[in-house]
């Protein structure tokens, strides 16, 4: 199937691991020329080094940005777009959430991670804004997660930072529509990433049971019985990004093996 995405310009915030790397990896074999951005522009560099080798003709930079830093962003942006010649795709995968009991949570984390994701985000988009008004293909995919609409136990911040993630996904895309940009989200559920460690050591503890057993006691709640891979995020962030999705906005589509249980 051709995707219309050869040529293109993607920005990738949090490019320097898991989703938002293997986001950046997915779109380069696509021949999309790549801004990387992220607090550790060592891995960043690395990662441009080895698309650029890989692919000839591709042009992949390593952008450092912290987005708790907001006077960086708008020179970042403006960087990365005269050097590649603006920009056609804007994924937004920086952010997390800490996790644990609300009483282990510090006020001073709850800022630190709401700086990062929704407010980073809402600033990325809004500096990229004006040279995405210029694509004819022009694409904003946010990097949310399930806690947005189910929040669960020592997820307590997961679940506001992820549905603020949403409510901006739909007000801009309501908003952007007639510049003929689309705005989508994408929800990971628990992903094979540095934070399923985590999760899963968590668990572990809180139950007195080995990685193994609490591994099989959060995945016995996903229908499909298995941990969601960052190439499952990438393979839908390239569609998104793609000419075939022109009349997809406005959504957030879940991908976690069919856990979530809202409709």
């Given amino acids: ?10 920005f990738i915030t949090g490019a320097s691991r898991g989703i938002g790397r293997t986001i950046a990896v ?3 074999e696509e021949g999309v020329h790549l801004a990387l951005f ?12 080895e698309l650029n080798a890989r692919s000839p003709g591709l042009r992949a930079i390593a952008v450092r940005l912290d987005l708790e830093e907001t006077g960086a962003i708008r020179p970042a942006v403006e960087s990365a777009a005269r050097e590649l ?13 800490y996790r644990g009991r609300l009483a282990d949570i510090p006020d001073a984390e709850w800022e630190r991670y709401f700086r990062v994701k929704p407010l980073g985000l809402i600033r990325m988009t809004r500096e990229c804004l004006p040279y995405l008004r210029k694509s004819d293909q022009a694409r904003v995919i946010n990097i949310a997660g399930t806690r947005g609409r189910e929040p669960a136990r020592f997820s307590a911040m997961a679940g506001p930072i992820n549905m603020g993630t949403l409510s901006v996904t739909k007000a801009l895309a309501n908003e952007f529509g007639s510049y003929g940009i689309t705005v989508n989200a994408i929800n990971p559920g628990s992903t094979d990433t540095g934070r399923w460690t985590e999760l899963t050591t968590m668990t572990a503890r809180d139950l007195g049971v080995s990685l193994g057993e609490a591994e099989k006691f ?3 709640e996903v229908p499909l019985g298995k941990v969601v891979m960052p190439q499952d995020i990438a393979d839908l962030a390239v ?15 879940n991908v976690d093996g069919g856990r979530s249980r809202s409709i």
Avoid: H, P, T, Y
């Fill in 85 to 97: 010649g603006g920009v056609d795709i804007l994924i937004n995968c920086a952010g997390g959430a």
């Fill in 38 to 49: 992220g607090r550790d522009e060592q891995r960043c560099a690395e990662l441009a080094r």
């Fill in 1 to 10: 199937m051709e995707l219309g995405l050869k040529g293109r310009i993607a």
């Fill in 218 to 220: 959060l995945l016995r």
């Fill in 239 to 253: 569609f998104l990004a793609s000419s075939r999705s022109g009349m997809i906005s406005g959504a957030a589509i």
């Fill in 26 to 28: 997915a779109l380069a």
